[in-house]
């Protein structure tokens, strides 16, 4: 049970995805431990768990594919649906593979040839395909039914464990929320929500996506939209708990060259000048301002 939740606290760590345990000491307990941490993720309540460990998981496959054989990887494609042998595939299965990618202008269908309805695929792009898949089919396996008993209250006990891990790793990062240290984008779209303007969508993802980042729980993030007038909960509760992470991807706020083009980069500072992300913006303020980073 403890290499499990050690497991899913490493998904946690904010490197985790490009910094994974390369270690195997022994292949039995790794079986044993992935089996347990999706059990524990499951026991979490918290979507954006289930996609913290199955993005884990799959970089960790990438890692440990590439010492493999063409044909032991080609052969593990399969099993996933996808023919890494072939010069392309259809514009629907690229699309559905490749949507949450990061990276996004190298996978848009714009940047790729396209004849005849399939994409052309080069070899070297067949890692990032296969470990998209991997994690798409573990997120898709996720949560797992837990029956009540003795099992499900031992997993509760390490579930809480970590997820007390999680909430110290936010803290650590970003401190207690402070209002006052947001950039000038954020405070304005919040001045914006208050006044019952009808902000645009980019607004409302950018808004929930900076909060929910900086550590505010879904409650806390629909209090600050229930400051408009015209506040509608379902609608909120919605969109908040989607961007959260409840449809399986976590979303982070775009950077400041995105939010220009948005037209939300609003009276900036000269705190702006060396930013790059609103993010960056909100830790450099609390620490220049003498609070916890
Ligand atoms: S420069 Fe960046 S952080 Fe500053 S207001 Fe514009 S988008 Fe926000």
């Known amino acids: 049970m403890k ?35 999706r059990l ?40 996933v649906g996808i023919d ?39 070899p070297d792009d067949y890692a990032a395909i296969l470990r998209e898949r991997i994690r798409q089919v573990i997120r898709s396996q996720l949560p797992l039914v837990v029956p009540p008993g003795p099992v499900a209250v031992r ?14 790793q936010i803290m650590e990062q970003y401190g207690e929320v402070s209002e006052g240290c947001f950039p000038p984008c954020i405070r304005a779209i919040i001045a914006a929500v208050t006044d019952g303007t009808n902000i645009p969508h980019t607004a409302r993802f950018t808004l929930t996506a900076f909060l929910h980042t900086i550590g505010l729980d879904e409650t806390a993030i629909v209090e600050v939209f229930a400051r408009a007038p015209d506040f509608d909960i ?14 399986g991807t976590e979303y982070t706020p775009p950077g400041c ?23 960056s913006y909100y830790k450099y303020r609390k620490k220049i301002s003498g609070k916890k980073v």
């Open 155 to 168: 997993l509760r006990t390490y579930a809480e464990e970590v997820s007390h891990a999680y909430r110290e």
């Open 257 to 279: 060259a995105t939010l220009k083009t948005y037209g939300l980069c609003v009276n900036p500072d000269t705190f702006c000048k060396n930013t790059a992300h609103p993010l």
């Open 84 to 122: 890494i042998t072939a010069p392309d595939m259809s514009v629907k299965q690229y699309v559905s593979l490749v949507s949450r990618m990061r990276e996004p202008p190298r996978w848009r269908l714009v940047n790729r040839d396209v004849l005849h309805g399939r994409v052309h695929c080069p």
């Open 3 to 37: 290499l499990a939740a050690d497991r899913v606290k490493a998904c946690l760590r904010p490197s985790a995805f490009d910094d994974v345990n390369t270690v195997i000491a022994n292949p039995d307990d790794e079986i044993y431990a992935y089996a347990i941490a």
């Open 234 to 247: 379902q609608r909120t509760m919605y969109q908040v708990e989607h961007i959260s992470g409840s449809g």
């Open 40 to 79: 524990l993720v499951s026991c979490m309540d918290d979507a954006s768990m289930l996609d913290k460990l199955a993005r884990y998981e799959a970089e960790r496959s990438a890692y440990f594919l590439k010492a493999e054989d063409p044909e032991v990887i080609a052969y593990i494609a399969t099993a």
